[in-house]
């Protein structure tokens, strides 16, 4: 139990990066709004949802026989790690472009296409 709980926990400084880079991109790019805030801070909870109800699986299959095996916690922890990881560097990269390169964004599956035109849209205005 104390290793999923340090799972969560390390997962939960993940969720907080992104949801602190979310923010600082919102300010830096002028389009804070307290209806996107509200949104994402339901995101995030519905995130810790997952990890205690993944929790509530593993201690469940020690005493139930649920069909399944399989130690929940870790799969869900590394799942949200990456989701958090390529959001934050998506959010990085909207604060600062130099600092993260269009290749790497381009590993975490992030369309640098629609910035390209955007670009291109106010240099010719």
Request: glycine share 6%.
């Amino acid at each position: 139990m104390k290793t999923k709980l340090i799972l969560c926990a390390i997962t939960c400084a993940f969720v907080l990066v992104d949801f602190i880079t979310g923010f600082v991109k919102a300010r830096a790019t002028n389009t804070f709004q307290s209806k996107y805030m509200r949104e994402g801070l339901y995101h995030k909870i519905a995130l810790v949802l997952c990890m205690a109800l993944s929790i509530l699986i593993d201690v469940a299959q020690a005493w139930l026989d649920l069909g399944i095996s399989v130690p929940v916690t870790p799969v869900v922890c590394a799942y949200i790690v990456l989701m958090e990881v390529g959001s934050a560097v998506e959010n990085l990269g909207k604060i600062n472009p130099d600092i993260v390169p269009r290749v790497l964004l381009g590993i975490f599956g992030i369309d640098t296409k629609g910035d390209q035109e955007e670009d291109e849209t106010h240099a010719h205005s």
